[in-house]
C-alpha cells in the first residue's frame, strides 16, 4: 500500500512539473540595458595595415545624451536627434621613421550602438595636422576576451569628387564611420548598447 501511494505520488509530481515545464516561457532574448545610456569607454593601441610600424592610439569617453543639441526652427529637430552624444576622443600618432608624435582631441556629437558595435563622431578641438572644427568618425568593436577593433574615418578613404573629378576628402556626417577594419593590439573598448529613444 505505501509503496502504491508512493509511486502515484511520484507520478503525479512528475506530470505536474512536466506540465509547468510545458507552460512556462521561454527565457526572453538579452536585451539592452535601457536604465543606461548607450556608452563607450576604453584606450587602445591599434594596427594600422598602412602604417604597421606606427604607435597610434585612440582613447575614447563617448555617452549617449539623447535630444541634447537642438536645431531651433527646424521642424522635427528642434530637440535635436535621439543619437545626441558628449564626450571626448583623443588619439597619437607616433611616427616610427621620424620618431615624432602627433595629437588631436574632439568633443563627441553623436553616438549609436548596436549589439557590441558602436560608431560615433566628434569635432576636432585641438590638433597638430588636422583641421579643428572638422568631423571625424569612429566605429568600435567590443570583442570582450576576443579583442576589440577601431576604424576612422581619414583611415582608408573618405573621398569625394570635386565638380572637376578632382578627389577631396569628404565632410562625415553625424555618426558615420567605416567599418572597425583595425584590431586593438594593447587595451581595449567596452560598448554598452542601448536602443535609440523615440522622444
Avoid at 582613447?59 to 552624444?85: I, M, N, R, S
Avoid at 577593433?149 to 570635386?162: A, Q, T
Avoid at 565638380?163 to 554598452?192: I, S
Wanted: hydrophobic share 40%; with cysteine; net charge negative.
Amino acid at each position: 500500500m505505501f509503496r502504491t501511494r508512493t509511486a502515484i505520488a511520484a507520478t503525479v509530481a512528475a506530470l505536474a512539473l512536466a506540465t509547468l515545464t510545458a507552460a512556462a516561457p521561454a527565457p526572453a532574448p538579452a536585451r539592452a540595458d535601457n536604465h543606461r545610456p548607450a556608452s563607450v569607454h576604453g584606450t587602445g593601441r591599434i594596427s594600422y595595415a598602412f602604417a604597421p610600424d606606427d604607435e597610434i592610439r585612440f582613447t575614447v569617453d563617448a555617452q549617449a545624451a539623447p535630444f541634447t543639441h537642438p536645431f531651433p526652427g527646424v521642424p522635427k529637430l528642434e530637440h535635436g536627434l535621439p543619437t545626441d552624444a558628449r564626450g571626448t576622443v583623443s588619439w597619437s600618432h607616433r611616427d616610427a621613421t621620424t620618431g615624432k608624435v602627433y595629437r588631436a582631441e574632439a568633443a563627441v556629437d553623436c553616438l549609436v550602438t548596436g549589439g557590441p558595435v558602436a560608431t560615433l563622431t566628434a569635432v576636432v578641438t585641438s590638433s597638430d595636422v588636422g583641421t579643428v572644427g572638422e568631423r571625424i568618425g569612429l566605429s568600435i568593436y567590443d570583442g570582450h576576451d576576443k579583442g576589440s577593433r577601431l576604424g576612422f574615418s581619414w583611415g582608408i578613404g573618405n573621398l569625394d569628387v570635386d565638380a572637376a573629378g578632382q578627389p577631396r576628402q569628404a565632410v562625415t556626417g553625424t555618426c558615420m564611420a567605416p567599418a572597425p577594419f583595425a584590431p586593438v593590439v594593447d587595451g581595449g573598448y567596452t560598448v554598452h548598447h542601448t536602443e535609440l529613444p523615440t522622444h
